[in-house]
């Protein structure tokens, strides 16, 4: 009676998870449904009802996922609300430990039974301690979880400030980027090789690519939510606008709306100039796209769906690109489009405030170190013997 009481509330939520099938996967609604809450998934459906973001929304429902098997499986109940200091210091102890300390000690860091639970679940793959940057993702998204809720808790508090800084220390994980190469303009040259057909698959691919870098680099979440509503036709501008007489080129507009760090209300737009205006208007005509999503599901056959590609899908492009190319996948994602965006103005010398006005970029430090880094490999400093 208890089982089957158990599996109707998991089925209940499930179908109410239905309400947010646009932002959950239909495949990860069913896992989230056994692992949240009633009050969970009240909750993803209050924050999708006050609009917000759809990637920001799907990061806070697989965090909370996570949060909630984690703590059931060390506390033996369910998580708690408000969260108590000592639950966030167990959180940062369990998943930034010290290596070599736990060779010695197997009871350092994540208990065993923990560790199984997670991976039993799918919800722990990696060896050794997470990255430093999911743990206060993590950490941050269980603290808007407990302020929508209105309720505080102690992610502010100095002993949690003191813990991280130190387990990360102790950690010793090198940041990771997300993509460990950059795409710039060589890369790029030839991935669009590997796709210099005719076929829709190669159009699309070819538009995608250089719609992605030319935008600024554009996220891969933006790149699959980019609709054809979005894009407006602009007057065209001169190769070099220096030389009066110069060849004119064609012109889009490409309205973002809500993105990783701005609002709908933001009404932020790049511009696309040139030959990847040329390659974005072939693949709409030949794919006969005159409204929804602009970048499509291609079937094996070539027939083009009425649905968008999911953001996985335009890293899996990528790579299928990359491995055409004869370039090694595991060193690409789709961000190397964006770090490779900012790599290549840094190579040619455009000024970073040009730069970042194309990539939107908000935070100076991090599109920063992409200069940084092209100045260093090009400066005199690293030369002093060779």
Known sequence: MARKKAADAVLK??????????????????????LLTDDDVATLKHLASEGM?????????????????????????????????????????????????????ASHGMPS?????????????????????TVRRRLTSWSILNR???LTGA?????????????????????????????TGDILAKLLDACAGERPVDLRD?????????????????????????????????????????????????RLGRTKTTTSDDDEHVLLIGRPV?????????????????F?????????????????????????????AGLDPTLFSAHGLRSGYLTEAANRGIPLPEAMQQSLHKSVTQAASYYNNAERKNGRAARLIV
């Open 13 to 34: 939520r499930s179908e109410e998870l239905d309400a947010l099938d646009a932002v959950l996967p239909f495949g990860r609604r069913d896992q989230l449904a056994a």
């Open 53 to 105: 973001g759809d990637n920001t929304l799907r990061a806070l429902a697989s965090d909370l996922g996570y949060l909630e098997a984690w703590c059931q499986l060390a506390t033996g109940t369910p998580l708690p609300w408000p969260a108590p200091e000592s639950l966030l210091l167990k959180f940062v102890a369990h998943h930034l430990w010290d290596p070599v300390k736990r060779a010695a000690d």
């Open 113 to 133: 039974e923990v560790e199984a639970g997670l991976r039993s679940k799918r919800l722990l793959r990696a060896d050794g301690p997470h990255a430093p940057e």
């Open 148 to 150: 929508w809720r209105g």
């Open 155 to 183: 992610f502010d508090g100095p002993s949690l400030k003191s813990a991280l800084r130190l387990a990360v220390r102790a950690s010793a994980r090198p940041r990771q980027r997300k993509s460990r190469q950059a795409v």
């Open 206 to 254: 070819r538009a995608l690519l250089l719609t992605a870098f030319a935008s600024g680099g554009r996220r891969r979440s933006e790149v699959a939510a980019l609709r054809v509503e979005d894009i407006t036709d602009e007057d065209p501008v001169l190769a070099d606008p220096s030389i009066p007489g110069s060849p004119p080129l064609p012109c889009l507009a490409i």
């Open 278 to 294: 040329v390659a974005l208007r072939q693949w709409l005509e030949a794919a006969d796209v005159k409204a929804g999503p602009v």
């Open 296 to 324: 499509r599901r291609i079937d094996q056959w070539g027939n083009i769906d009425r649905r968008a590609l999911t953001p996985q899908s335009v890293n899996l492009i990528l790579k299928g690109r990359c491995k055409q």
